[in-house]
């Protein structure tokens, strides 16, 4: 069974750090790109990162360049988050891109992954 899921979300003061941890089963990671995606409370699902397995190659949005960092490890995939603000409290999902949608260009859509986890709740809060 084909699977993603995600852990190490929690409670952290503004300022501080986390790391979001991708675990993948049930298929070969190396084929695709993982996304990370989060959805705030009245908002839409939000890309803002993913990483190209097979070659690193890593991409983000605006907001969280600099201060979030994407990486790889066997089956699992990582997202460091630094320096966190109380504007990056959200459900953080990973997704399996669907590997004919990957382009050098980086404009998450959510039909473009096939596979979710079940998400992992970051707030930011003093």
């Known amino acids: 069974q084909e699977q993603l899921v995600e852990s190490g979300g929690g409670l952290v003061q503004p300022g501080g750090s986390l790391r979001l941890s991708c675990a993948a089963s049930?298929?070969?990671?190396?084929?695709?790109?993982i996304g990370w995606f989060r959805q705030a409370p009245g908002k839409e699902h939000e890309g803002i990162s993913r990483?190209?397995?097979?070659?690193?190659r890593t991409d983000y949005i605006d907001s969280v360049k600099g201060r979030f960092t994407v990486s790889t490890d066997k089956d699992t995939v990582y997202l460091q988050m630094n320096s966190l603000e109380p504007e990056d409290t959200a459900v953080y999902y990973c997704?399996?891109?669907?590997?004919?949608?990957?382009?050098?260009?980086?404009?998450?859509?959510?039909?473009?992954?096939?596979?979710w986890g079940q998400g992992t709740q970051v707030t930011v809060s003093s």
């Open positions: 990483i190209k397995i097979s070659d690193g």
């Open positions: 049930g298929f070969a990671l190396d084929y695709y790109a």
């Open positions: 997704a399996r891109q669907i590997p004919g949608y990957y382009s050098g260009s980086y404009y998450p859509k959510l039909y473009e992954y096939d596979l």
